[in-house]
């Protein structure tokens, strides 16, 4: 019976599904922590306010810039195909539009998948992190 691989990282739906719980955990923690601190914040609501923008910057530097050499490897793949397709006299016969599709819907979803991970990362992590820490 052959074994089942598990993937290095999560699908989309998962990485969606956990971003769904994490997201409104971390956000309910942080404006109550808000509105308890009032007009004057300690140091330690102070840095994790100041954390909150910085983690958001760096995320989606990091999405852009996964994004960006998915897109291109992508884009390379597909060139790949069409001039292969446009050169090679065997594959004259063969649907070629089933399988442009089928590349251009891997793409989107690699895309996808590329961008979303270091949102998903932040946030799941910052859920754990801040389910463990007191209010006040």
Same mark, same amino acid.
């Given at each position: 019976m052959p074994s089942r691989r598990t993937p290095k990282t999560? %699908?989309?739906?998962?990485? !969606?599904?956990e971003? +769904?719980?994490a997201v409104p955990q971390v956000v309910a923690h942080r404006i109550t922590r808000m509105a308890l601190a009032g007009p @004057?914040? %300690?140091?330690?609501?102070?840095k994790e306010f100041q954390r909150m923008g910085a983690e958001k910057t760096a995320a =989606? #530097?990091?999405s852009w810039n996964a994004? @960006?050499?998915? !897109?291109?490897? +992508?884009?390379?793949?597909? $060139? @790949?195909?069409?001039l292969r397709a446009f050169?090679?006299?065997?594959?004259? #016969?063969?649907? =070629?539009?089933?399988?442009?599709?089928?590349q251009w819907q891997s793409a989107a979803l690699g895309l996808?998948? /590329?961008?979303? $991970?270091p949102v998903?990362? /932040? $946030?799941? +992590?910052?859920? /754990?992190?801040?389910a463990r820490t007191k209010l006040r």
């Open positions: 999560p %699908s989309i739906v998962t990485q !969606a599904a971003l +769904a719980f @004057t914040p %300690s140091a330690r609501d102070r =989606f #530097g990091e994004m @960006t050499v998915q !897109a291109l490897h +992508a884009h390379q793949a597909l $060139a @790949t195909s069409f050169w090679s006299p065997s594959l004259k #016969g063969r649907p =070629f539009a089933s399988e442009v599709a089928a996808l998948g /590329k961008g979303m $991970a998903h990362r /932040k $946030a799941v +992590a910052n859920a /754990k992190r801040l």
